[in-house]
Structures are given as structure tokens and as C-alpha cells.
């Protein structure tokens, strides 16, 4: 069984730029979750999806994130006009449904120039 | 919102020693609490997880045990080895419909061989 997959794996930008995101959940998994860590801090909660839907956005900040979780397809995390406090690393998680544990991704690591 | 306090934030034993790690949280509804063990570049993985029904659960050298009353639980990692060096991350979400989890803000465990 293939975990949760997210890419890139590593994602430079310039200042003013966008980053894509991208996590495909486990196999059988309606439910996605991003997650950001800051060096050396926990993970910070930023929204939750099903397929089509956000359930949850209350940790997303309200300028310039958005995620989508469309029918076909992986998830996307899109920041845009990034500036150099995104610089995080964006974890995904996946589970079969809202009661279910919550398996991780290894990450984005989005670094901004 | 829920609040989620962990400590210590570092933590070394002799391999071979038990280890402890301990979370408090806030918010009375939350009924969930996982604990994640993240090694350098990877994303959390999910090593023991308990609900709010049950007080102790074990899985071999691992055991999480919970006090709803006063709203703390802890980690308990026996027979030390070097591979159970790593950062360990308590969690806490609510019921079904508040998923989200509330992370705490780690503990580095360092086992010396």
C-alpha cells in the first residue's frame, strides 16, 4: 500500500511567485488534511477537505492560501504572491474518513529566495 | 481553542532505560489523542494513538496512558534503543465533525548507547 504521497518534495521560489503544493492521499482515503511546521515547532493545523468540499479552514491564513481537493486528482495547497515567512515545511495527511488516525506525508519543504 | 502543552522539550536516556513524555490539553471535548514520532526529513508517523474511553493502551514497548480528569497524557517508551531516537509529538482532537489535531510542541529524545 503506497502512503500518503505529497511532491515536490523540495520547492524554491522567489519572492511574489506561486507554489503548487500537491498530495495524493492513501489509497481508500476521502479525507485530506495540510499541516505547516516552522523549524523547530510543532505542526499547525491549516485546513481539511473531503473530495469537492472544505470542512475546515480555520487555520488557513485568509490572504493569499487556498487548497482544493477536486473529484480527479491530488490535492493542492496554492500560496500565492509568497513571501519569506511561508518558508515551512507542508505536511498532508489522509484518512479513510473523520474518526479514522491521521497517516502523514513526508512533506513539502518550500524555502522562499 | 484547544491548547496543547508538552514536556520536556529534550530528553536523553541510557539505552536500555524507560523514557517519558507528557502532554497536557484544554479543551474537555477533545477525545483523541495520538502521539507521532518524526524522524529528520520525514513526515509524523503515527506510533500509538487512544481514545478518550480507555485509560492505558500498550503496543509492546510502547504504552500511552490517559487521565480525562485532569486532562493530561503521557507517552512511556520501555527498553530504550537508538533507533527510538527521534522528535515525539503529542496530539489532541475532538469528536467526529472536529477533526483537526492540535499538536504539541515536541520532544527531541536522544537514546545514548
Known amino acids: 500500500n503506497a502512503g500518503v504521497m505529497q511532491n515536490p518534495r523540495h520547492l524554491v521560489r522567489r519572492r511574489g511567485q506561486e507554489a503548487r503544493l500537491r498530495c495524493s492521499p492513501m489509497k481508500g482515503h476521502s479525507h485530506v488534511y495540510w499541516y505547516r511546521q516552522l523549524p523547530e515547532e510543532g505542526l499547525k493545523f491549516m485546513v481539511y477537505l473531503q473530495k469537492e468540499n472544505i470542512i475546515d479552514e480555520s487555520g488557513m491564513p485568509k490572504e493569499r492560501f487556498s487548497a482544493e481537493f477536486p473529484k480527479e486528482g491530488p490535492s493542492i495547497l496554492r500560496i500565492q504572491q509568497v513571501v519569506r515567512g511561508d518558508s515551512a515545511a507542508y505536511f498532508c495527511?489522509?484518512?479513510?474518513?473523520?474518526?479514522?488516525?491521521?497517516?502523514f506525508g513526508d512533506g513539502t519543504r518550500l524555502s522562499i529566495l | 481553542g484547544e491548547n496543547v502543552e508538552q514536556h520536556p522539550s529534550t530528553l536523553s536516556v541510557q539505552e536500555g532505560d524507560s523514557a517519558v513524555i507528557k502532554c497536557t490539553y484544554s479543551d474537555s471535548a477533545s477525545n483523541y489523542f495520538p502521539w507521532y514520532k518524526q524522524e529528520l526529513g520525514k513526515g509524523p508517523q503515527l506510533i500509538i494513538d487512544i481514545r478518550s474511553n480507555v485509560g492505558e493502551k500498550k503496543d509492546q514497548r510502547i504504552a500511552v496512558t490517559l487521565n480525562k480528569t485532569a486532562k493530561h497524557f503521557s507517552l512511556h517508551i520501555t527498553e530504550t534503543q537508538p533507533e527510538d531516537s527521534a522528535v515525539y509529538f503529542c496530539a489532541a482532537s475532538g469528536a467526529f465533525g472536529n477533526e483537526k489535531l492540535t499538536f504539541g510542541t515536541g520532544t527531541r529524545l536522544t537514546i545514548i548507547p
Open positions: 495527511a489522509s484518512s479513510p474518513n473523520g474518526n479514522q488516525p491521521q497517516h
